[in-house]
Structures are given as C-alpha cells and as structure tokens.
C-alpha cells in the first residue's frame, strides 16, 4: 500500500487516518459544551461515530489485506455521513454555533472525499 508518494508503515501514516484523529478530538472538545443531558444522547452519538473513522481505517489496515481494508474504509466513510447527520441536527439545536457547524461539516465532507479516493484506489487493483 502507499499514499502521498511515501511507503506506507503504519495506519498513522495514512492521510485520512490523521484527519480523522484530529476531527475525533475536536469533536470531543466540541461536544463538551453541549448541554448535561445530551451527554448519553447526541454528545455520545457524534463522539462514538467520531472514533469509529479513524478507528475503523486503523483496524482495516491491520488487517493486511486489499479487500478487508476496503471493507472498513466503507464503514468508515459511513460514519463521516452519521456524523453530518449528526452535526446539522446539534446546528438545528443551538449545541453547535453557525460558524463551527460550517468547519467541521467542511472538514468532515474533505475527509469523506479522501475516503473515496482511497476507496477507489484500492478498488482498482
């Protein structure tokens, strides 16, 4: 496998991994000034689909093969769209300011789009 030129080691090395670790705590920042009782609702839904991006292109890669790899970056890129769901109903809540619903919905739609990218790569061989 190989990305941006370079010999890919280690999942930490894929661009959509890191990506997606730095959405993952910056939702979990976001998420902490979301009311006291979404903390078992959608504060722990956005957090628990959050993880699973860069988790699931984490687990995928260790598994060592082109099939088993592409299986989990579509379930990766499943989470990326529950998490727009997600953060356009915390907008439509007052949870999430304009602004920051803009960022992160930008960021996350990027990373959805290297998700495909890399989907389609790994299809073509």
Do not use: C, M, W
């Given at each position: 496998m190989s990305n941006e030129g370079m010999s890919v080691k280690s999942f930490r090395d894929l661009r959509t991994w890191r990506e997606g670790h730095l959405l993952a705590v910056q939702l979990y920042r976001v998420?902490?000034?979301?009311?006291?009782?979404?903390?078992?609702?959608?504060?722990?839904?956005?957090?628990?689909?959050?993880?699973?991006?860069?988790?699931n292109i984490a687990e995928g890669f260790g598994r060592g093969s082109t099939k088993d790899f592409g299986r989990f970056l579509y379930i990766a890129r499943g989470s990326v769209f529950e998490i727009l769901a997600q953060l356009e109903i915390a907008k439509d809540l007052k949870y999430l300011p304009q602004e920051q619903y803009n960022i992160l919905t930008q960021r996350y739609?990027?990373?959805?789009?290297?998700?495909?990218?890399?989907?389609?790569?790994?299809?073509s061989k």
């Open positions: 998420t902490a000034n979301f009311p006291d009782h979404e903390r078992y609702g959608l504060s722990s839904q956005l957090r628990r689909a959050a993880v699973s991006v860069p988790s739609e990027g990373l959805g789009a290297g998700l495909n990218s890399h989907i389609k790569v790994l299809r």
